[in-house]
């Protein structure tokens, strides 16, 4: 059984950093790109970041790129998100999703396998 676990939300001030860990168990990791999605109040989810362990392929949506930095530990089965600079428009549940293939891409319905979310406030 496929199973993402996110951890690392929390509040921060506007301009602060946090680090978003993804915990994948019950796959073999590096044929599983991951990706990470966000929805804040009353809009749509939206995809954030993904990575394939399989070839170090990377992608961010363009309101994240030079701020968020996503990375694999394949020994550990998890993905990082690292967010810095973070602004009130960031604040939203995160999540890591998964799916079996080859590249990443930030559309939803290749994903499979979702966690279960994690917070994420700013403060202005």
């Known amino acids: 059984e496929v199973q993402l676990v996110e951890s690392g939300g929390g509040l921060v001030q506007t301009g602060g950093s946090l680090r978003l860990s993804c915990k994948a168990s019950?796959?073999?990791?590096?044929?599983?790109?991951i990706g990470w999605f966000r929805q804040a109040p009353g809009k749509e989810r939206e995809g954030v970041s993904c990575?394939?362990?399989?070839?170090?392929?990377?992608y961010y949506t363009d309101s994240v790129k030079g701020r968020f930095t996503i990375s694999s530990d394949n020994a550990k089965n998890t993905v990082y998100l690292q967010m810095d600079r973070l602004k009130p428009e960031d604040a939203a549940v995160y999540y890591c999703?998964?799916?079996?293939?080859?590249?990443?891409?930030?559309?939803?319905?290749?994903?499979?396998?979702w966690g279960q979310g994690t917070q994420v406030t700013v403060s202005s």
């Open positions: 019950g796959v073999v990791f590096e044929d599983y790109p």
């Open positions: 990575i394939s362990s399989a070839n170090s392929l990377t």
């Open positions: 999703a998964a799916f079996r293939g080859l590249g990443c891409n930030l559309i939803e319905r290749y994903y499979d396998y």
